[in-house]
């Protein structure tokens, strides 16, 4: 074969998305195509169990506790063992906590205690997965590609999270919650056999610290020393909680008593992972120059779908505000993951990731277990406006911080910063 016929062999992946990223990719898309229908058949398991919107908000702030408390000690592992060995071991846990929650569920009336301590098993298997997921993930990917890597990653994982929450509220409507579970369970099991097969050879050999108290403190050094990372983080705390209340208390309840069911709640659901995938889209050709500030205002959007619940909005105008909130925030995603990857050390990724999903998440335990009271005393009504509120006050606040305003993406080595006329030319023609 001569040395031209090699060179025109097409190639079945880019050169950057090597053996682990493929991996990571993959085993991610298998775990969403369930979880993303779990959540919505564990919201429904509560209620067909005869349970009430409070109850569905104790199950959900089961899940989420645990998983704010073991974040940090979860990311501090991820730093000092083999990443992939702590991302297999939680899938393990998913796996077997899903698995019972099913057979629960499937043998008929289920407890509310032991639906809460069984998604307080898989919300401890999240927290010591993520961590070490995203240390994986960014240690997987170079600088010059990262902001079309993180994309395309975004891109697949919420394409599956489409399928996934579609899937799941026709399944739950068709033959009941018990089986989404199963078949959560089931992902579980199949991604975990898929990272057994990640390659740790290439990265460098993290030494560990003094201690697990040492290492916690220098991630915590490398958090609270950057203004704009922990800013975000805090606007995020009040975000994610008031946007996870309304998801997965009011939402259920609002497509119970007003669409007709868990298929139309899917549906919406599954229009915002189609609104991720084409905010996903977006950025695999823009590279905005301010990353913070255009992924900062991408965040207001994330109010729509709680406005869209108190109206209460009909299904078709429901999907559309879904379909916005999913493209804006993609846009703030793709963006957060690659600044994160352009201004943290690699051998402290998994530890500032802890930090930055700890603050993000310890909230909103707190906001899901108070979403039924709040119902009560206010109105499910005001209390959606509220959320509605909460998210455009957070966002504007971090506005104020020079640093999210100024923060520019940094060339990628042995290349210098574009012109502004070049730059400008680059996002009214993406080449």
């Not at 599956?160 to 026709?170: F, P, V």
């Not at 369970?185 to 390659?199: K, N, P, T, Y």
Request: proline share 7%.
């Amino acid at each position: 074969m001569s040395p031209r016929t090699v060179l025109r062999t097409p190639r079945r992946r880019p050169d950057w998305a090597g053996r682990n990223y493929t991996l990571l990719t993959g085993s991610a898309v298998v775990t969403n195509l369930g979880s993303h229908g779990a959540l919505i058949a564990a919201s429904f398991a509560v209620l067909e169990a005869g349970g009430s919107g409070a109850d569905v908000g104790l199950v959900a702030a089961a899940r989420t506790l645990p998983l704010v408390l073991f974040l940090l000690v979860g990311g501090a592992l991820a730093d000092r063992l083999p990443r992939h060995h702590v991302m297999v071991a939680a899938n393990a846990l998913n796996c077997l906590s899903q698995a019972a929650f099913a057979v629960l569920v499937l043998a008929g009336e289920p407890r509310l205690w032991q639906m809460m301590l069984l998604s307080a098993l898989c919300g401890t298997g999240t927290a010591f997965f993520n961590p070490a997921a995203e240390g994986m993930l960014f240690a997987s990917v170079s600088g010059e590609h990262s902001n079309r890597a993180f994309a395309l990653f975004r891109m697949a994982v919420n394409g599956a999270g489409i399928g996934g929450a579609a899937l799941g509220g026709a399944m739950i409507a068709a033959i009941g919650p018990g089986w989404v579970l199963a078949v959560d369970a089931a992902s579980f099991a199949a991604a975990g056999a898929l990272r057994v097969f990640l390659d740790v050879g290439p990265v460098a050999e993290r030494t560990p610290g003094g201690g697990l108290l040492a290492d916690l403190r220098e991630g915590w050094v490398e958090f609270r020393t950057r203004p704009w990372l922990w800013s975000i983080v805090l606007q995020f705390s009040v975000v994610v909680a008031v946007v996870g209340a309304a998801e997965a208390v009011y939402g259920p309840l609002v497509a119970r008593d007003r669409l007709g069911g868990p298929a139309p709640w899917g549906v919406a659901l599954a229009f915002f992972g189609a609104g991720t995938i084409a905010g996903a889209l977006l950025m695999m050709v823009w590279k905005p120059r301010r990353l913070l500030l255009v992924g900062t205002l991408c965040v207001f959007p994330l109010a729509l779908p709680s406005a869209g619940l108190a109206v209460p909005l009909p299904a078709w105008g429901l999907c559309a505000v879904m379909l916005v909130s999913g493209a804006a925030i993609e846009v703030f995603g793709v963006n957060w993951m690659t600044t994160m990857h352009q201004e943290i050390p690699e051998e402290k990724f998994s530890r500032v990731s802890a930090y930055d999903w700890f603050g993000s998440l310890s909230m909103l335990p707190l906001a899901t277990a108070l979403a039924g009271p709040a119902e009560s005393a206010f109105g499910r009504t005001t209390a959606l406006w509220g959320c509605a509120g909460l998210v455009v006050a957070a966002t504007a606040l971090v506005l104020f911080v020079p640093e999210v305003r100024r923060i520019t993406r940094k060339p990628p080595p042995g290349k210098s910063a574009p012109a502004p006329a070049e730059q400008a030319a680059a996002v009214v023609i993406p080449g």
